[in-house]
């Protein structure tokens, strides 16, 4: 197998300095994740990654990227830069140079990470694909995925995500998509931004970053939708949604025992599909999907197939069977984890869908962070969509000034609630935990999956 960075390929992208030759297999910034063969790269973020380059070069790592050469590591193969990041980002664009691959580049206030695992499950078997892991969207997750990319990839999926102004056009220009597709706009991030317009203008920076022969996938549903259009004048532009006229329309989508039928219509006419997951939010994500499947030229009845083994991503929707007692003997409770994060638009989805199950109904909501001064009426807003809950347990300040009809344990703090959840859960119930990730819902799912054995 060749190398994915030589000494001399790593020197000539990011004009550093190695005295000792090397060859790379693999590139990463993580120890713990780090496998022989890999180039360590000593980024400094929360941590001092030089601090740990001796480390990595026990684990097998074949170099490390720096930016000044660690005590008693002088004859190490150390690849010396003047910044570490920078380093990383050259090396991103170098990568992205030297392959013919067709890029898709995805962004959206909601859906981002769904969208790309659909494109993964979709296209597989249909070139070597390279795709974004978990979600490294960020200043360095976009270079990571860029570097990591292999020279003869077919096809590769980036995601890029934004919590401020000015983010996305770099990373953008860096992965220079043939296809760049907008999943939606919503509320998310006001703390930073005036305006959900604001938010539009930011995700249509996108845009700037597309080959000259590019295409512009846009949720033509939102209200934003005219900001998107404006930024991609001068690209073919694909439109996906619910409305009339659409070059991609869901006609409709039927969810029931764990799957999502979709029905929609595309320039080749009505296709039918199956996704492995419950929620017309996720119908509607698998429609900018199929978009951006047409204009990277997939096989597009192959992916349609392909798309019943896709399911949620971690903390996205993700359902577990917990049962109690003995093998079950006790019955079960049926778990969807929506830990992740928190936005207004994804935790009405969730609300959604959990009222469509079958069941005693649980909603376990956590603060959605990062709102603003909007933030009080936008937790209050959510109480028009739990009606069809049973009981809804919340957890931070935020949500316990929302007034919930069905309101059940008001905790402060997750760690508190997940104290007292296992005494409110009984067997045949459905209960949803979703909130913002620096509210630490999955001491709230941990707790919940010790109540009994997992199963899926």
Same mark, same amino acid.
């Given at each position: ?157 980036? !995601? *890029?995500?934004?919590?401020?102004? %000015? @983010?996305?056009?770099? &990373? #953008?220009?860096? =992965?220079?998509?043939?296809? +760049? ?88 006419? !009505? *296709?039918?599909?199956?996704?492995? %997951? @419950?929620?017309?939010? &996720? #119908?509607?994500? =698998?429609?900018?999907?199929? +978009? ?95 009606? %069809? ?68």
């Amino acid at each position: 197998m060749s190398a994915l960075w030589t000494r001399d390929a790593a020197v000539s992208a990011t004009g550093g300095t190695c005295a000792v030759d090397w060859a790379a297999s693999g590139v990463s910034i993580d120890t713990r994740s780090l496998e022989a063969g890999d180039l360590f790269v000593a980024l400094s973020a929360s941590r001092d990654g030089h601090d740990f380059v001796g480390q990595a070069l026990a684990q097998g790592a074949a170099a490390a990227l720096v930016s000044r050469i660690p005590e008693g590591l002088e004859d190490a193969p150390l690849l010396l830069v003047p910044d570490v990041l920078r380093g990383l980002e050259a090396l991103g664009v170098a990568a992205r140079a030297r392959t013919q691959a067709r890029v898709i580049a995805i962004t959206g206030s909601v859906g981002k990470t769904g969208s790309k695992e659909m494109l993964r499950v979709a296209l597989a078997g249909q070139g070597k694909i390279h795709v974004a892991e978990k979600s490294y969207n960020n200043h360095e997750g976009v270079p990571l995925t860029l570097a990591r990319m292999p020279e003869d990839t077919d096809i590769a999926v980036i !995601e *890029i995500g934004m919590n401020h102004a %000015g @983010e996305i056009a770099p &990373l #953008a220009r860096m =992965a220079r998509p043939h296809v +760049a597709l907008v999943t939606t706009v919503a509320p998310v991030h006001l703390a930073a931004f005036a305006d959900v317009a604001e938010i539009a203008a930011e995700k249509a920076e996108i845009f700037k970053g597309l080959e000259a022969d590019g295409t512009a996938i846009i949720n033509a549903d939102i209200e934003t939708a005219a900001i998107l259009e404006k930024a991609a004048r001068g690209f073919e532009v694909l439109r996906f949604g619910v409305g009339e006229g659409h070059d991609f329309r869901l006609l409709s989508c039927d969810v029931s025992n764990g799957v999502t039928v979709v029905r929609a219509i595309t320039p080749m006419g !009505e *296709i039918m599909f199956k996704l492995g %997951g @419950e929620g017309e939010h &996720l #119908a509607q994500n =698998a429609v900018g999907v199929l +978009a951006g499947l047409y204009a990277l030229k997939a096989d597009m009845a192959r992916a349609a197939m392909a798309l019943a083994g896709w399911q949620p991503p971690e903390g996205r929707g993700g359902k577990q069977h917990i049962l109690l007692g003995p093998e079950g003997m006790d019955g079960s409770f049926i778990l969807i984890n929506e830990s992740y994060n928190a936005n207004p638009a994804s935790t009405r989805a969730a609300l959604q869908t959990l009222a469509r199950q079958s069941g005693r109904k649980l909603a376990i909501l956590g603060d959605m962070l990062e709102l603003g001064e909007t933030a009080p009426a936008l937790h209050e807003g959510l109480a028009a969509h739990a009606g %069809g809950i049973d009981v809804v347990h919340t957890v931070g300040p935020l949500m316990a000034a929302v007034t919930f009809e069905n309101r059940g344990i008001t905790a402060l703090s997750a760690d508190r609630l997940a104290a007292e959840i296992g005494r409110q859960v009984r067997a045949g119930d459905v209960v949803m935990v979703k909130g913002s990730l620096g509210m630490k819902m999955a001491l709230v799912i941990d707790a919940l999956q010790k109540l009994g054995d997992a199963e899926g």
